[in-house]
C-alpha cells in the first residue's frame, strides 16, 4: 500500500554533500524505513534504518559521513550524506517494511515496499 518517491541526487565533487529525500504516499509512523544503494555490478548495500521511535544505525562504510531522519508530519525520510567519496557513487533507495516491527534491521530482505531509486555520482 505504501508508495515511495525518493528525489536529491545528482553529480558533485568529492568532500561535497548531499540531502536525499524519500516521500511515502501513506501512513509511515508505525513502520520502519531504510536507505539503500547498489553500484553497477555490485550487490545493494545496506546504509541505515530508521524505525518510528527514530531509533537508527548505520554501516560501517557510512559512519559519521551520513545521516537518516524522518518527518513523520511530511511523511518524508531523508539522507544526509556529508564528505561524499567516489565510492559512494550508487542508485539509492529508500525502503518501508509491510508490518509494524520493534526492530528495524539492516538487511533489504526484512523490507516489501521499494522507491524506484535516484542516482547519485560523486567525482575525484
Known amino acids: 500500500q505504501a508508495l515511495l518517491l525518493e528525489s536529491g541526487g545528482g553529480s558533485v565533487q568529492a568532500g561535497g554533500s548531499l540531502r536525499l529525500s524519500c516521500v511515502v504516499s501513506n501512513r509511515n509512523t508505525d513502520r520502519c524505513m531504510g536507505w539503500f544503494r547498489q553500484a553497477p555490478g555490485k550487490e545493494r548495500e545496506g546504509i541505515a534504518p530508521i524505525a518510528h521511535d527514530l531509533r537508527t544505525m548505520y554501516a560501517d562504510s557510512v559512519k559519521g559521513r551520513f545521516t537518516i531522519s524522518r518527518d513523520n508530519a511530511k511523511k518524508t525520510l531523508y539522507l544526509q550524506m556529508n564528505s561524499l567519496k567516489p565510492e559512494d557513487t550508487a542508485m539509492y533507495y529508500c525502503?518501508?517494511?509491510?508490518?509494524?516491527?520493534?526492530?528495524?534491521?539492516?538487511?533489504?530482505?526484512?523490507?516489501?515496499?521499494w522507491g524506484r531509486g535516484t542516482q547519485v555520482t560523486v567525482s575525484a
Open positions: 525502503a518501508a517494511e509491510r508490518g509494524r516491527s520493534s526492530f528495524c534491521f539492516m538487511g533489504g530482505d526484512f523490507y516489501n515496499y
